[in-house]
């Protein structure tokens, strides 16, 4: 930086270095912009080595970010934060297109946001700040907390925010008695994409008491309690006709036939290398290599639908000899837990052709 700005008589650039460009200074290129979290440089375009130009961002480039969107007082209010991923507090999904500005500045245009959100991910009071906002006639005086360390900023915009799309609660009052626990107990208690009838009629049992601080943690915590008895299941069953060898990285290819189905009920344990009644911790996963079944998929979903995991680990057969099998069958558990609505877990079973070379 300092070599690109000191002259060869080695006096320092003159102060015009640092203004922008004014009308009459038509090169475009003249100055070059590098942005991290952490700071700014400005520095003339001719110093730039190559290998910093092959990171440049093109105008149109679309940019990956995650937020939280919030309401207050008429204003829609963004918390952006660099991320690979949503988080709990920067739970929606933001993709943006860059575009230029006064002929040196390149940044996310206004115009440009994609703003998508994992449910699972919401608390109660974010799912309904983001309800509020769809509901209402659209939001244009905004609030922007970018990332890194520039300040908050608040504006208008032409075009109101009419917010982002989120399920339709089944019940209003009981998720909105849920956020008055919540804050009763400044707890942040998860959206719950099911809930079961215990949990309802606990619900109907205490939405008439006087809610004091000390009744919402009674309250929040026999809810816990019936989630620690209650699991859920969401079960993928895929056809693919084709060996597991096959199908492996190759993102592109879709199944001959895919089912869902969503139980609910007990939950999910099985017996794994002689423990019996066992479960993984939340986000675990465990993988079954495909074996040999005598199941169709119809005959698979009949038995999950009838029996729950049982209906599952019944699928294969190990011991089944190859040349009486008519498919492959391979499980995969992903283990979560979302308190205090119990245990929600992923089930994906694959229907393979026999693997090749045995």
Same mark, same amino acid.
């Given at each position: ?33 590098? +942005?991290?979290?952490?700071?700014? /440089? ?20 679309? /940019? ?5 969107? !919030? ?38 245009? &206004? ?12 608390? /109660? ?39 982002? +799309? ?19 107990? +400044? ?76 139980? !609910?009920?007990?939950?999910? %344990?099985?017996?794994?290398?002689? /423990? ?8 675990? &996963? ?6 040999? !079944? ?19 680990? %019944? ?40 693997? +090749?070379?045995?």
């Amino acid at each position: 930086m300092y070599e690109s700005t000191t002259s060869s008589t080695g006096e320092g650039t003159p102060p015009e270095f640092y203004k922008h460009p004014d009308e009459q200074r038509s090169n475009d290129d003249e100055y070059y912009l590098i +942005q991290n979290p952490d700071s700014t /440089v400005i520095i003339p375009s001719d110093a730039v080595p190559d290998t910093i130009r092959e990171f440049e961002l093109e105008d149109g480039a679309t /940019v990956e970010l995650v937020c939280s969107v !919030s309401h207050s007082s008429g204003t829609v209010k963004f918390d952006f934060a660099l991320a690979a991923e949503p988080t709990e507090d920067h739970p929606i999904r933001v993709t943006g297109e860059l575009e230029t500005i006064d002929r040196v500045f390149r940044e996310l245009g &206004t115009g440009h946001f994609h703003f998508s959100v994992e449910p699972e991910l919401l608390s /109660v009071g974010q799912y309904l700040d983001l309800l509020e906002i769809r509901e209402s006639d659209g939001f244009t005086e905004i609030e922007v907390d970018p990332p890194g360390p520039d300040n908050v900023e608040t504006g208008t915009v032409d075009t109101p925010f009419e917010g982002i +799309q989120v399920p339709e609660p089944t019940d209003r009052e009981f998720i909105e008695y849920i956020h008055r626990i919540e804050k009763a107990t +400044q707890t942040r208690i998860p959206f719950p994409p099911l809930y079961t009838d215990e949990h309802y009629h606990l619900y109907e049992e205490y939405q008439d008491v006087n809610l004091d601080r000390n009744t919402a943690e009674e309250f929040l915590a026999e809810l816990h309690g019936i989630g620690e008895e209650t699991g859920h299941m969401q079960v993928v069953v895929r056809n693919w006709a084709a060996p597991l060898q096959n199908i492996r990285g190759n993102a592109n290819r879709d199944p001959e036939q895919e089912e869902r189905l969503l139980l !609910s009920g007990a939950r999910l %344990e099985l017996d794994v290398d002689g /423990v019996e009644q066992r479960r993984g911790d939340d986000g675990e &996963t465990w993988e079954f290599a495909p074996a040999p !079944s005598t199941f169709t998929v119809d005959e698979a979903i009949e038995a999950i639908e009838s029996d729950g995991i049982d209906g599952v680990t %019944e699928l294969r057969d190990p011991e089944l000899d190859s040349s009486e099998a008519s498919s492959w069958i391979g499980v995969k558990i992903q283990f979560g837990e979302r308190e205090p609505w119990g245990a929600f877990d992923g089930i994906n079973v694959g229907f393979f052709t026999e693997p +090749q070379n045995g």
